[in-house]
């Protein structure tokens, strides 16, 4: 999936304007593999709890898990921003092999 494919269901763009984008999902656990591209983003109507993150995160192994909700980045290109400035963390993650 593309950033701005990402950024457009962390916004809820695919929701249409209005009292259906008024209810829809607040909280977004989007993943990123090591060479920074959107794996999967899931949506949470409420605030996710940990057991929910971490059943998230287990899904996408190898991946590292950042946040997001409606307004948090102004565009697609601050997402990207955020993406590669969260890269460094994979050189301190340790890959198994198993």
């Known amino acids: 999936m593309t950033i701005e494919q990402a ?3 962390i ?3 695919d929701y ?4 259906k984008r008024k209810f829809a999902p607040r909280y977004s656990l989007f993943h990123v593999n090591r060479v920074g591209e959107v ?3 899931v949506r949470f109507k409420k605030l996710p709890t940990e ?3 971490l059943t998230a995160i287990k899904e996408n192994r190898g991946c590292m898990q950042l946040s997001g909700n409606p307004g948090m980045y102004e565009s697609a290109a601050e997402l990207r921003e955020r993406i590669e400035k969260s890269l460094w963390l994979f050189e301190k993650m ?3 092999t198993d």
């Open 39 to 41: 794996v999967n983003v």
């Open 51 to 53: 057991e929910e993150q």
């Open 16 to 19: 249409q304007v209005g009292l």
């Open 11 to 13: 916004e809820n763009r």
């Open 7 to 9: 950024y457009e269901l």
């Open 94 to 96: 340790k890959v198994k």
